[in-house]
Structures are given as structure tokens and as C-alpha cells.
């Protein structure tokens, strides 16, 4: 139970705006310059064995993010303790969190997603120049407030909540199923687990489903270091392949195939977005019922998480991209949409891959129409009977031979 209180070191506290990872948010007011900010608390009683270490990183955090000065990260004003309260006054931001917006259940139009995700790409590369990795990038800390503006927010204190991961039963695991493969294996981080992160947050939003989940955060850690989650494309149809390329290259598993820094991440996607019909309907920034609300959190709330789990989640890791997902040839393929003839040639040569033709890029394109074809044509096999099933394989065979017909039609076509 919250105990009420009036002030906090010398802000006015107006009341509560709602429960954070870590504390309470609190609504208050600056006396000196008659300012209302937004306070995030944090009870340093609830960590007494470790309250020295707990307390100075929580500053040194809030301290470094108070330095960064950017459109789409929310700017932090100072910060303080109040008995065994600590404390961060930031700006009071009038929006929706992007995780309310997409636990709506309807998949955001196409360009307003890249539009939001580049956002967050270029406020993270901001912050990364300043050697500032927020290690906890996921909806509940992207707020979008007017026109679909975004600020990314907690980076004061994303260090000291990812570090609260613990092998206790019932303890809070950071957010696993955004955590990046180094993360999940314990290893230094740096800039492009942020990028990995907001990758794993973009093929949320464009398909609706998590790339890496499961039943426990064993399951989802085993799936972060081992699972291709299917192309966004063959999830939404809607989804331009350009953006399975940009998702592919967030989400390699091997850092040096990541995208290197996130404002290359943010050029992509705003490339991509351009080349997209812009959509009429704008974000409801109006806050919903909540029983109008679909529970998707951001945290896993874990069974017993053991040292040897672990481990056996490590050793079992090939940490490989699936040949028919892999980052490489995305990149190549990303770069003959993207990038001047001079830099494909420059990149065909650093990676030893061939530069993809116009040919092969229309070719697969064909292909995947014709698969589509074929897909909305097939009856379900749900509850058919065993001979109606043999019907079946006999129409897929046919519509199989038509596929391969009209595939060599269209390649005779280009190549002759």
C-alpha cells in the first residue's frame, strides 16, 4: 500500500499518475519556476543488501541521461533522494504508452509503425553517441504524445532494471522477450543490443506477435538464442519485403551482423516508409477503459530461474541465422533496394556475395504472388474427411504444377 505523501525533496506532488517498474509515478509541481513535471520514484529500502551500490548507479544513470537533449527522449530536469526515496523530475508527457496502443488488438498501419520505430532508432543513436545504451528498449518505455510524436523514457534507470534479473522464484526478469542474445547470455553489452531490442519490438508491431516467446523465460531465452521467427511478410501480407530485410539485419544474432549503429536502423526504415502510400487515420492518443484492454505485458513474471537452466540454455545455443533468413543476404539484398551501385559493389566485395540482379529481386517477388495465389485458392483441411483429403493433395499437386508453370513463364520472359 502506497503511503500518500505531499513533497518530494522541493516538488508539490499533485497525486499519482500511476505505478512504475520500480516505484510510484507521481504528477508534481516546481515552486521555483512553476513547472509540472512527471516523478519517477525509487524505494531504496527495498534493496538494503546491495542499497550503497543500488543507489550510486541509480544516479550515475540519471545523471548521464540528464545530459542527453533530443526530440524523442524525454528530457530529465533533476534528480534527488527524499528519505529512502530517490527520485527522477522529468517532463510530464501527454500521450498514450506505445504498449496501451498496441494492446488494442489492430495492427498499426504499416508507415505509422516505421514511422514510430524510426523515431526511437533516432533517438537511440543520439543517446549511443554519447555511449549511453539504455539496455531496456520495449513499448512500455516508448510514450507517443501529439502527431505521433515519440520519446523513448526510462533511460535513467534502464541500467539498474536490468540488472534486478535474478534466480529467485517469482523475481521479475527484466523483460525477456526484448532482451538481446548477449543479454540473455550474460556478456558485455553495447549499442546494438539496443538495436537488436527495438527489432524484436518492430516485428511486434508489424505482425502482432512476439519474434521470441514461450511458456517460461527459459523457453523464451532458448528461443532468443536459437529461434528464426518467420519473415514479418509471411505473418502480414501487408508487409513490403524491404522490411523483412530491415528485420532481418536488427535481429541477427551475431552482433557484427546487426546493423551496426541505430541511425542506419532509422534511415532504412524511413527509406522504406517513403516509398509507402501515407495512411489517412491518426493514432487515438485518448486513453482506453481499461477493461477494454488486452493484458500484454512487457515483463514475464518467472517460475524458478536456476544457475544450471541457464547454463543449459548457453550450451545448447548454436547462436546461427537460418540460411533462408540470413542477415547477410539480407543486407546485400537491403542494399541493391537502398544504396548507390558504387556502395553495392564496395558491400558485394567486404561480405564475398554476389550483388543481387534486378531479375532475381522481380523473380522472387513473381514467385511470392503466385504462392499467395495458391494459398487463397486452397480449401482447409481443418475437418475434412479421409477422402476428401485425397482430393485435396490432388488440387495441390495441380495448383503446385500451375505455380511451377507460371514461375517459368515469367523467368523465360526476363532472362530471354
Given at each position: ?9 522541493r ?13 510510484v ?6 515552486p521555483?519556476i ?11 529500502s527495498?534493496a538494503?543488501?546491495?542499497k550503497?551500490e543500488?543507489e ?9 541521461a ?6 524523442n527522449?524525454v ?11 530517490a527520485?527522477?523530475a ?30 526511437v ?5 543520439y543517446a549511443?553517441?554519447y ?8 513499448p512500455?518505455?516508448i510514450m ?19 540488472s ?27 549499442q ?13 508491431m ?7 516467446d ?6 523464451i531465452?532458448?528461443?532468443?538464442l ?11 501480407p ?14 541477427a ?9 541505430a ?20 493514432l ?16 514475464v513474471e ?6 544450471g537452466?541457464?547454463e ?12 533462408a ?6 543486407t546485400?539484398?537491403?542494399a541493391?533496394l537502398?544504396a ?6 564496395e558491400?558485394s ?5 554476389n ?13 511470392r ?16 474427411p ?8 490432388g488440387?495441390?499437386?495441380?495448383m ?13 520472359y526476363f532472362?530471354?
Open positions: 500500500m502506497n503511503i500518500l505523501i505531499s513533497n518530494l525533496g516538488y508539490e506532488v499533485l497525486g499519482e499518475l500511476g505505478q512504475g517498474a520500480m516505484g509515478v507521481y504528477k508534481a509541481r516546481d521555483l512553476d513547472r509540472v513535471v512527471a516523478i519517477k520514484t525509487i524505494n531504496l527495498l538494503m543488501d546491495e550503497e543500488y550510486g548507479r541509480f544516479y550515475q544513470e540519471a545523471k548521464a540528464g545530459r542527453l537533449n533530443h526530440p527522449i528530457t530529465i530536469y533533476d534528480v534527488g533522494r527524499s528519505g529512502e526515496v527520485y527522477i522529468m517532463e510530464l508527457l501527454e500521450g498514450r504508452e506505445l504498449r496501451d496502443i498496441m494492446n488494442e488488438g489492430a495492427l498499426l498501419p504499416i508507415d505509422q509503425v516505421l514511422n514510430i520505430v524510426a523515431q532508432a533516432q533517438g537511440l543513436a549511443h553517441e555511449e549511453i545504451v539504455h539496455r531496456d528498449v520495449k512500455s518505455n507517443v504524445i501529439r502527431d505521433g510524436h515519440v520519446k523513448i523514457t526510462d533511460f535513467g534507470i534502464a541500467r539498474m532494471a536490468s534486478s534479473v535474478r534466480t529467485q522464484t517469482g523475481m521479475v526478469l527484466g523483460s525477456p522477450k526484448y532482451m538481446s542474445p548477449e543479454q540473455v547470455m550474460g556478456k558485455s553489452i553495447d546494438r543490443s539496443d538495436i537488436f531490442s527495438l527489432g524484436v519490438m518492430l516485428y511486434e508489424l505482425t502482432g506477435k512476439a519474434p521470441f514461450g511458456e517460461n523465460v527459459n523457453a531465452m532458448y528461443q532468443t536459437n529461434g528464426i521467427p518467420p519473415p514479418p511478410n509471411t505473418v502480414n501487408a508487409v513490403p519485403e524491404m522490411v523483412n530485410f530491415i528485420v532481418a539485419k536488427a535481429l544474432k551475431r552482433v557484427d551482423d546487426r546493423y551496426q549503429n541511425q542506419d536502423f532509422a534511415v532504412d526504415l524511413r527509406t522504406c516508409r517513403d516509398t509507402l502510400p501515407r495512411s489517412i487515420s491518426q487515438d492518443l485518448s486513453k482506453p477503459s481499461v477493461s477494454s484492454r488486452k493484458k500484454l505485458p512487457d515483463t518467472t517460475a524458478t530461474v536456476v544457475d537452466d541457464k543449459r540454455v548457453k550450451s545448447e545455443s548454436s547462436v546461427r541465422l537460418s540460411k533468413f540470413d542477415s547477410s543476404v539480407a546485400m539484398r537491403l541493391a537502398t548507390s551501385s558504387e556502395d553495392v559493389d558491400l566485395k567486404t561480405l564475398n556475395i550483388k543481387p540482379s534486378a531479375k532475381s529481386i522481380n523473380q522472387a517477388g513473381a514467385a504472388a503466385v504462392a499467395k495465389t495458391t494459398q487463397k485458392y486452397r480449401p482447409s483441411t481443418s475437418q475434412l479421409e477422402d476428401s483429403l485425397k482430393q485435396l493433395n488440387w495441390n499437386l495441380l503446385t504444377v500451375i505455380a511451377l508453370l507460371v514461375l517459368f513463364g515469367i523467368t523465360w532472362v530471354f
